[in-house]
Protein backbone atom coordinates (compact mmCIF):
# COMPACT_ATOMS: atom_id res chain seq x y z
CA UNK A 1 0.00 0.00 0.00
CA UNK A 2 1.72 3.18 -1.01
CA UNK A 3 -0.54 5.45 0.88
CA UNK A 4 0.22 9.33 -0.21
CA UNK A 5 2.18 9.83 -3.55
CA UNK A 6 3.32 13.50 -4.50
CA UNK A 7 5.11 14.32 -7.43
CA UNK A 8 7.64 15.61 -8.17
CA UNK A 9 10.12 15.20 -4.89
CA UNK A 10 11.57 18.42 -5.90
CA UNK A 11 11.34 21.39 -8.65
CA UNK A 12 12.88 24.59 -9.45
CA UNK A 13 10.44 27.10 -11.03
CA UNK A 14 11.21 30.82 -12.89
CA UNK A 15 9.17 33.22 -11.34
CA UNK A 16 5.66 33.88 -13.45
CA UNK A 17 5.67 30.36 -14.49
CA UNK A 18 2.14 27.99 -13.73
CA UNK A 19 2.96 25.23 -11.81
CA UNK A 20 0.83 21.70 -10.85
CA UNK A 21 1.99 19.64 -7.52
CA UNK A 22 0.37 16.27 -8.26
CA UNK A 23 -1.38 14.62 -4.75
CA UNK A 24 -3.03 11.00 -5.11
CA UNK A 25 -3.68 8.47 -2.05
CA UNK A 26 -4.81 5.12 -2.34
CA UNK A 27 -6.64 4.85 1.50
CA UNK A 28 -9.87 5.64 -0.53
CA UNK A 29 -9.84 8.69 2.32
CA UNK A 30 -12.76 11.55 2.15
CA UNK A 31 -10.60 14.03 3.40
CA UNK A 32 -7.11 15.86 2.04
CA UNK A 33 -5.11 18.64 2.46
CA UNK A 34 -2.41 20.63 1.32
CA UNK A 35 0.06 22.45 3.55
CA UNK A 36 3.11 24.72 3.02
CA UNK A 37 6.18 24.34 5.97
CA UNK A 38 8.32 27.56 6.39
CA UNK A 39 10.85 27.30 8.50
CA UNK A 40 10.47 28.57 12.15
CA UNK A 41 6.90 28.26 11.03
CA UNK A 42 5.44 24.74 11.42
CA UNK A 43 2.93 23.40 9.01
CA UNK A 44 0.15 25.73 7.60
CA UNK A 45 -3.18 24.73 5.80
CA UNK A 46 -3.37 26.04 2.27
CA UNK A 47 -6.74 24.19 1.09
CA UNK A 48 -8.76 21.30 1.97
CA UNK A 49 -11.70 19.12 1.29
CA UNK A 50 -14.27 16.87 3.04
CA UNK A 51 -15.10 15.09 0.28
CA UNK A 52 -15.02 14.54 -3.70
CA UNK A 53 -16.50 17.82 -5.49
CA UNK A 54 -16.00 19.90 -2.41
CA UNK A 55 -13.07 22.57 -1.48
CA UNK A 56 -12.02 24.71 1.32
CA UNK A 57 -9.63 27.66 1.78
CA UNK A 58 -7.35 27.10 4.74
CA UNK A 59 -5.13 29.50 6.48
CA UNK A 60 -3.12 30.97 3.50
CA UNK A 61 -5.18 30.17 0.47
CA UNK A 62 -3.83 33.08 -1.74
CA UNK A 63 -2.38 32.64 -4.81
CA UNK A 64 -3.21 29.30 -4.69
CA UNK A 65 -6.14 26.49 -6.15
CA UNK A 66 -7.12 23.14 -6.12
CA UNK A 67 -9.53 20.77 -7.25
CA UNK A 68 -11.29 17.67 -6.58
CA UNK A 69 -12.45 15.59 -9.12
CA UNK A 70 -12.44 12.32 -7.45
CA UNK A 71 -11.30 10.93 -4.37
CA UNK A 72 -8.13 9.72 -4.35
CA UNK A 73 -6.62 12.70 -6.31
CA UNK A 74 -6.19 16.24 -4.96
CA UNK A 75 -4.08 18.54 -7.24
CA UNK A 76 -2.29 21.63 -5.55
CA UNK A 77 -2.08 24.66 -8.87
CA UNK A 78 0.50 27.99 -8.12
CA UNK A 79 -1.20 29.81 -11.37
CA UNK A 80 1.69 32.09 -11.33
CA UNK A 81 4.38 31.45 -8.99
CA UNK A 82 6.15 33.75 -6.82
CA UNK A 83 9.55 33.33 -4.77
CA UNK A 84 7.25 33.63 -1.39
CA UNK A 85 5.90 30.49 -2.55
CA UNK A 86 9.32 28.79 -1.89
CA UNK A 87 8.51 26.04 0.53
CA UNK A 88 8.14 22.67 1.36
CA UNK A 89 4.45 21.55 0.17
CA UNK A 90 2.67 18.58 2.02
CA UNK A 91 -0.62 16.33 1.10
CA UNK A 92 -2.22 14.41 3.73
CA UNK A 93 -5.53 13.04 3.78
CA UNK A 94 -7.88 11.09 6.43
CA UNK A 95 -10.77 8.85 6.67
CA UNK A 96 -12.96 11.90 7.59
CA UNK A 97 -13.13 15.49 7.55
CA UNK A 98 -13.53 15.57 11.52
CA UNK A 99 -10.32 17.33 12.93
CA UNK A 100 -9.68 14.31 15.17
CA UNK A 101 -8.98 12.23 12.76
CA UNK A 102 -5.40 10.76 12.13
CA UNK A 103 -3.59 12.87 9.34
CA UNK A 104 -1.60 10.82 7.12
CA UNK A 105 1.17 12.97 5.12
CA UNK A 106 2.82 12.06 2.02
CA UNK A 107 6.62 13.13 1.88
CA UNK A 108 6.43 16.61 0.04
CA UNK A 109 7.45 18.41 -2.47
CA UNK A 110 10.59 20.81 -1.93
CA UNK A 111 9.35 23.77 -4.62
CA UNK A 112 11.90 27.09 -5.23
CA UNK A 113 10.54 29.59 -7.17
CA UNK A 114 13.58 31.51 -8.17
CA UNK B 1 -9.16 26.25 17.98
CA UNK B 2 -6.91 26.74 21.06
CA UNK B 3 -3.45 28.11 20.13
CA UNK B 4 -0.97 25.64 22.04
CA UNK B 5 2.69 26.71 22.99
CA UNK B 6 5.52 24.38 23.09
CA UNK B 7 9.18 24.46 23.67
CA UNK B 8 11.27 25.54 20.74
CA UNK B 9 13.67 23.24 21.19
CA UNK B 10 14.83 20.39 23.24
CA UNK B 11 18.36 18.23 23.53
CA UNK B 12 18.47 14.88 25.37
CA UNK B 13 20.60 12.37 25.53
CA UNK B 14 20.18 8.14 24.87
CA UNK B 15 18.49 6.56 26.90
CA UNK B 16 16.62 9.17 28.76
CA UNK B 17 13.14 10.09 29.32
CA UNK B 18 11.81 13.20 27.44
CA UNK B 19 8.94 15.25 28.41
CA UNK B 20 7.77 17.83 26.16
CA UNK B 21 4.69 19.96 27.64
CA UNK B 22 2.64 21.91 25.74
CA UNK B 23 0.50 24.51 26.94
CA UNK B 24 -3.64 25.26 25.67
CA UNK B 25 -5.23 27.35 27.74
CA UNK B 26 -7.92 28.08 25.74
CA UNK B 27 -8.80 24.34 25.22
CA UNK B 28 -12.61 23.76 25.19
CA UNK B 29 -14.98 20.93 26.25
CA UNK B 30 -15.06 19.61 22.92
CA UNK B 31 -11.17 19.77 22.39
CA UNK B 32 -8.72 16.95 21.91
CA UNK B 33 -5.04 16.77 22.03
CA UNK B 34 -3.05 15.19 19.69
CA UNK B 35 0.80 15.13 18.85
CA UNK B 36 2.59 14.55 15.51
CA UNK B 37 5.99 13.58 14.81
CA UNK B 38 8.01 14.79 11.92
CA UNK B 39 11.07 13.46 11.16
CA UNK B 40 14.04 15.05 8.97
CA UNK B 41 12.73 15.10 5.09
CA UNK B 42 9.21 13.51 5.88
CA UNK B 43 5.88 14.54 6.42
CA UNK B 44 4.57 14.22 10.11
CA UNK B 45 2.97 11.36 11.43
CA UNK B 46 0.34 10.77 14.51
CA UNK B 47 1.69 9.29 17.42
CA UNK B 48 -0.88 9.69 20.40
CA UNK B 49 -4.07 11.69 21.10
CA UNK B 50 -5.61 11.79 24.77
CA UNK B 51 -8.93 14.13 26.25
CA UNK B 52 -7.45 13.58 29.56
CA UNK B 53 -5.51 11.79 32.51
CA UNK B 54 -3.12 9.74 30.61
CA UNK B 55 -3.01 7.11 27.38
CA UNK B 56 -0.10 5.23 27.00
CA UNK B 57 0.58 3.03 23.42
CA UNK B 58 3.87 1.59 21.98
CA UNK B 59 5.19 5.21 21.10
CA UNK B 60 4.62 7.67 23.76
CA UNK B 61 2.34 8.26 27.00
CA UNK B 62 0.60 11.66 27.17
CA UNK B 63 -0.70 13.09 30.11
CA UNK B 64 -3.52 15.40 30.60
CA UNK B 65 -4.05 17.17 34.18
CA UNK B 66 -7.41 17.33 35.22
CA UNK B 67 -8.22 21.51 33.73
CA UNK B 68 -6.52 20.12 30.49
CA UNK B 69 -4.53 23.52 30.13
CA UNK B 70 -1.21 21.82 29.32
CA UNK B 71 -0.20 18.47 28.14
CA UNK B 72 2.72 16.66 28.04
CA UNK B 73 4.30 14.22 25.94
CA UNK B 74 6.67 11.52 27.49
CA UNK B 75 8.96 9.72 25.56
CA UNK B 76 10.20 6.65 27.33
CA UNK B 77 14.17 5.90 26.90
CA UNK B 78 14.81 7.73 23.57
CA UNK B 79 17.39 6.72 21.15
CA UNK B 80 19.01 8.72 18.21
CA UNK B 81 16.56 7.70 15.50
CA UNK B 82 13.97 10.02 18.02
CA UNK B 83 15.88 13.16 17.14
CA UNK B 84 12.25 14.83 15.21
CA UNK B 85 10.20 17.88 15.68
CA UNK B 86 7.20 17.08 17.78
CA UNK B 87 3.82 18.82 16.89
CA UNK B 88 1.00 19.57 19.83
CA UNK B 89 -2.02 20.19 18.43
CA UNK B 90 -5.61 20.97 19.49
CA UNK B 91 -8.42 19.21 17.72
CA UNK B 92 -11.94 19.89 17.99
CA UNK B 93 -14.81 17.14 17.65
CA UNK B 94 -16.81 17.93 14.62
CA UNK B 95 -14.23 20.68 13.24
CA UNK B 96 -12.18 20.18 10.13
CA UNK B 97 -9.27 22.29 10.16
CA UNK B 98 -5.89 21.66 12.04
CA UNK B 99 -3.12 23.89 13.30
CA UNK B 100 0.10 23.33 13.43
CA UNK B 101 2.22 25.74 15.89
CA UNK B 102 6.16 25.33 15.05
CA UNK B 103 6.76 22.36 17.32
CA UNK B 104 9.37 20.92 19.39
CA UNK B 105 12.99 20.70 17.92
CA UNK B 106 13.81 17.20 20.13
CA UNK B 107 17.51 16.50 19.59
CA UNK B 108 18.77 13.38 20.98
CA UNK B 109 22.71 13.13 21.68
CA UNK B 110 25.10 10.10 22.03
Known amino acids: IAGITQAPTSQILAAGRRMTLRCTQD?????MYWYRQDLGLGLRLIHY???????GKGEVPDGYSVSRANTDDFPLTLASAVPSQTSVYFC?????????????FGPGTRLTVL | LAKTTQPISMDSYEGQEVNITCSHN???????ITWYQQFPSQGPRFIIQ???TKVTNEVASLFIPADRKSSTLSLPRVSLSDTAVYYC???????????FGAGTRLFVKA
Open chain 2, 26 to 32: NIATNDY
Open chain 2, 50 to 52: GYK
Open chain 1, 27 to 31: MRHNA
Open chain 2, 89 to 99: LVARTGGFKTI
Open chain 1, 49 to 55: SNTAGTT
Open chain 1, 92 to 104: ASSDSAVSTDTQY
